[in-house]
């Protein structure tokens, strides 16, 4: 495995969610500001499911980021490629997919 070029998609995927993360944060603001200003039920009721909605984007992408995080880590520690909770070698497959990949295909089925 190439470990260059996995460092570098996950800069770049990181960059990417960065960017989306700033993106979605600013559109929440907006969301809060709607709901402050007066208006009917209807107009309060779809700023607050906008806002849950902004919530879990927000949660996803910030745990996405922390994946990351720890894969670069790995990298540095010169454990990625393996489960972090078994210590067997993740496919190469499953890592071009996914290069943040924790757990095998398997140990990730059992963890949902």
Do not use: C, F, N, W
């Amino acid at each position: 495995m190439d470990y260059d070029k996995v460092r570098s998609l996950l800069l770049a995927e990181r960059a990417d969610a960065e960017k989306a993360l700033r993106h979605v944060e600013s559109a929440a603001a907006s969301d809060r500001k709607v709901e402050s200003d007066p208006g009917d039920a209807a107009d309060a009721a779809q700023s607050l499911i906008a806002q849950g909605d902004d919530a879990a984007i927000i949660g996803g992408l910030r745990d996405r980021l922390d994946a990351i995080d720890r894969a670069m880590k790995r990298l540095d520690d010169g454990t990625y490629g393996r489960s972090v909770r078994s210590g067997l070698p993740i496919p190469e497959e499953r890592l071009e997919a996914d290069p943040a990949a924790e757990l095998t295909v398997e140990e990730a089925r059992q963890a949902s």
